[in-house]
């Protein structure tokens, strides 16, 4: 779907427009574990923060269909003081939008000023709450995808570049392999 090069290509684009509306200092930024670990290095190497924090989210659909999401943030994050400080939240994918809306949440409570959010992709067709996205990457149809950081059950995401996952293509390549 998309080559490393044009998303290298667009992750530069997308940091100078975060520089452009960027409030004065360094922002905050976190990113997504573990799928937004690839295209958060680009951004912080354009935007050159020393300081990249990590947050876990898990949704739990349920039989319920709201869904909850359960944040985790990692590594000292909770430590960090937000009050008054601008986030950048850096996503790989918004599907449903539940995680970006519960991540939103939890910063806007710990009292960050402002909160932006730049996602790789976007799957607009899947959106069932209504959260903002100042920075997208790229648009896709409602189809799986995986590489640059993306899985499926854990396999797949040093793909350099971004596929439409389809289960036929990997057996025939297991099969070749075997
Ligand atoms: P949301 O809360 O439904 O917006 O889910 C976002 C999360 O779902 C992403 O961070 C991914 O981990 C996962 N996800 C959604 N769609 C895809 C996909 O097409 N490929 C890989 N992961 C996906």
Known sequence: MFSNDEIVRRAHELA????RGQAGGQPCLVQVVEGARPFARLIQRALGCHALHDVRAKSYE??????????????????????????????????????????????????????????????????????????VGFEIPDEFVIGFGMDIDERYRELPDIVVYDPEVERAFASAKA
């Open 62 to 135: 349920g039989t319920v269909s709201t869904g909850e999401v359960c944040i985790e943030m990692l590594g000292g994050f909770s430590e960090v003081d937000l009050a008054g400080r601008e986030v950048v939240l850096i996503e790989d994918i918004v599907d449903t939008g539940r995680t970006i809306a519960a991540l939103r949440e939890r910063f806007a409570a710990l009292g960050a000023a402002r909160v932006r959010v730049v996602s790789l992709l976007s799957k607009p067709a899947r959106r069932v709450v209504d959260v903002a996205v100042e920075f």
């Open 16 to 19: 100078r427009e975060i520089k």
